[in-house]
Structure formats: structure tokens, C-alpha cells
């Protein structure tokens, strides 16, 4: 079964807006949560990453929320630009683990 | 230029057939990993290797094999037990447990 659950599915945004993507995990022992940016027919490349240390973090436009309490986190991005439409994914993994459990990924649309 | 490398980009096999994937990295990273991406799944491990001449089976390891000889080199055998073997495959690689991963472009593997 999945171990980290991402909503939604798809989304679409106006220029300017922002985008929020949802992950949920289940995993206590999960203490590293990358986020990927792909583009059609390319590899993921990684966008920003939190530890449960801090609750937030923020890069640019892109913002990672992180909830330990709640087994949850987000990404928030800010001021969307055409640019930005790609899939994202959730990521989830632990410090001595290698292996990397990915969310089901979000579309992203973002119109001019 | 230093990376990940996926060969080829496209790949298109008669049923029955096994198929390798090359997947070569100049990053001197000790760990590597093949992904399998379908629509709507996310990524999904199917082998890890952490150390040359040791690998691991991931989430889906049944009806694929993977050979680590060299420390710059994973390539991944798709055999003709794998009942659904069409799909993007992704190899990445990453320095330690604590590091990012850091992915090639893909290979698309076509079943005729």
C-alpha cells in the first residue's frame, strides 16, 4: 500500500494564484520529505526538502508547511507562473533508509 | 558535464523478449536506484544498490534483475516474467542515506 497519501490528484490555477499540495503519511519513523518538479518526459528534480525539525521552509516562491503532529505535509506555491505547471511529488523516507516512498503526484496547470 | 545517464530514451520490445536499460552516473555516488513510473502511481522502487557488488529489492523487484560491477553503472534487466512491463523507468542516484537524489531523464519502454 501506499505509504504516503497526496491530494489532489490535479489542479489548476490562475497566473498569480497560489497552489497548494497535500501529503499524508503514516510512517512515524519517516524524518526526511522531499518534494520533485517534473516535466513531461523528464526525470524529477528535486524542488525543496524539510526535516521534522522545522515547520516550515521556504524557497523562492515554494513554500514546504510540515505538521509532525498530524503525520501531514504541504507545499504551497506562491504566486504561480506558466513556468510552474508540471507534475509534483510528495516524497517520504527515513534517515538510515536509502528508499524513497512517493506520494501519487499532482498535476499543476497554471493559466496565463 | 557531470549527471545521471539513461539509455536509450525509447525502447520498444516484442513480448517474450528480456530488455536492459543502461543507467550510468559520473557523480562518484555510492547509491543507485531504478523507479518505475506509471500514470496515476507515482514513482515505485523496484532495486536499490547502496554499495557496488550489493543491491536490495524494492517495493516491485518480481520479474526484473539489476547488476552493480561498477560503482558508475546499474543496469536493469526487464525480463519476460514481468507481466506489464510498459512504463517510464527512472534511475537516480544519491551520495549517502542523507542526501538528495538526483534523477537521470528516463527511459520509456514500450511492450508491442
Known amino acids: 500500500q501506499q505509504q504516503v497519501k497526496q491530494s489532489p490528484q490535479s489542479l489548476i490555477v490562475q497566473k498569480g494564484g497560489i497552489s497548494i499540495i497535500n501529503c499524508a503519511y503514516e510512517n512515524t519513523a519517516f524524518d526526511y520529505f522531499p518534494w520533485y518538479q517534473q516535466f513531461p518526459g523528464k526525470g524529477p528534480a528535486l524542488l525543496i526538502a524539510i526535516r521534522p525539525d522545522v515547520s516550515e521552509k521556504k524557497e523562492g516562491r515554494f513554500t514546504i508547511s510540515f505538521n509532525k503532529s498530524a503525520k501531514q505535509f504541504s507545499l504551497h506555491i506562491m504566486d504561480s507562473q506558466p513556468g510552474d505547471s508540471a507534475t509534483y511529488f510528495c516524497?517520504?523516507?527515513?534517515?538510515?533508509?536509502?528508499?524513497?516512498?512517493f506520494g501519487a503526484g499532482t498535476t499543476v496547470t497554471v493559466r496565463a | 558535464d557531470g549527471g545521471i545517464t539513461q539509455s536509450p530514451k525509447y525502447l520498444f520490445r516484442k513480448e517474450g523478449q528480456n530488455v536492459t536499460l543502461s543507467c550510468e552516473q559520473n557523480?562518484?555516488?555510492?547509491?543507485m536506484y531504478w523507479y518505475r513510473q506509471d500514470p496515476g502511481q507515482g514513482l515505485r522502487l523496484i532495486y536499490y544498490s547502496q554499495i557496488v557488488n550489493d543491491f536490495q529489492k524494492g517495493d516491485i523487484a518480481e520479474g526484473y534483475s539489476v547488476s552493480r560491477e561498477k560503482k558508475e553503472s546499474f543496469p536493469l534487466t526487464v525480463t519476460s516474467a514481468q507481466k506489464n512491463p510498459t512504463a517510464f523507468y527512472l534511475c537516480a542516484s544519491s551520495m549517502n542515506v542523507k542526501t538528495e537524489a538526483f534523477f537521470g531523464q528516463g527511459t520509456r519502454l514500450t511492450v508491442v
Open positions: 516524497a517520504a523516507s527515513r534517515s538510515n533508509d536509502y528508499k524513497l516512498s
Open positions: 557523480l562518484n555516488h555510492d547509491a
